[in-house]
């Protein structure tokens, strides 16, 4: 079972790509946080192999939610993706110490993200 965390504050967002990765995948768990904050307590908590976050949350950026939760993350050796529809300079300067972090553009075409699920799994084919 791959775990997958999705972190947005747009629900909309946020259940499009559930139902997207669901429709393809029986073997995936996704799990979903609306902020970085429940973002942060989740990844403190569990284990997630992929990592697919926004950057522009409310209560803080997703490269903030990343840096507060890069040692776990690179524990877990989770595959970190960020997005966003804005910003793509800051957010490459802000992320550029983190060589494990992917920046996508939030635009980019929805099986992007299957295709992610197919590299992992690709990559580990134990699971």
Request: net charge negative; no cysteine; glycine share 4%.
């Amino acid at each position: 079972m791959i775990k997958v965390l999705i972190v947005d504050d747009d629900f909309g967002v946020r259940d499009t790509l559930k139902d997207f990765l669901e429709f393809f995948y029986e073997d995936i768990d996704v799990q979903l946080a609306k902020n970085g904050s429940e973002a942060t307590a989740l990844v403190n908590n569990e284990s997630f192999q992929i990592l697919i976050s926004d950057q522009m949350m409310p209560d803080m950026k997703g490269s903030e939610f990343i840096n507060n939760t890069i040692e776990k993350l690179r524990e877990d050796q989770t595959w970190i993706y960020i997005y966003s529809g804005q910003l793509m300079d800051e957010l490459s300067v802000n992320l550029k110490e983190y060589k494990e972090v992917q920046i996508i553009d939030k635009f980019t075409n929805p099986m992007f993200f299957k295709e992610i699920i197919d590299k992992y799994k690709v990559a580990h084919p134990e699971l």
